[in-house]
Structures are given as C-alpha cells and as structure tokens.
C-alpha cells in the first residue's frame, strides 16, 4: 500500500533514529510508531501542483530531507533571519486550515525569538 504522507520529524533527529526493527507508523511507514512526529501532506512539501512559486516546506527552507522521499526534518530556526513574510503568511495559511505540524512550527519559532531576547 502506497502511503501519501510524509513524516515531519524534529530537528534534533538523525538517520538513526529511523533505524531499529520496531513497529512502523501505519501513516506514513517511514518512521518507527513509538516515536514522536507529525504528519505532512504533498502540498504541504512541494507546494501546490502547477503552481510557479508556490509555497512548501522545501521551497521556503523550513525543513530538509531526512531520508529521501518520505522523511522531512523541521530546520533549526536561527533567530529571525528564517523568518520571512512568505513563511509567517504560510505557517498562519496552514495553522487556519487545521495542520497541527504548522502550529507546532510556529510555537518553535516563537521559543527560538522569545530565548534570543532573552539574551539580548
Ligand atoms: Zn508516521
């Protein structure tokens, strides 16, 4: 059976962490069941079919190919340099449309701005 969804997992995770001989996720198949991660749609990843410059994880760089072509890891938000105005428009466009993994971004961007002031 042919999964349609791609694993979005935390920007902590290394290849490894795919590894072992443990239950697969039924969802997306790629990612042991036992371990924490989200769920994304082929949209989501690439963008709209057919649409020049459309907005996906990969195209905005928020995530990158953990294991080539199921797997995605959420990028590690630097400061506000990642933070465009395409990629605020499309994590607010995804949180309205109900995806959990946008919202869960989002928070993360937050805690990366709210321990850089704090720094400050
Ligand atoms: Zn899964």
Known sequence: M??????LVPATWQREDLNGNTPRCPICGAVPKAKNHLHVGANDVYGRAGEKDSDGL???????????????????????????????AFLAEKVSEGHLWALVMLQDIHHELTGLRGRL
């Open 58 to 88: 990969l195209n905005l760089n928020l995530a990158e190919w953990l294991h080539f072509p199921r797997v995605l890891r959420i990028k590690r938000f630097v400061g506000i340099r990642g933070l465009s105005c395409r990629v605020g």
């Open 2 to 7: 042919a999964h349609k969804a791609f694993a």
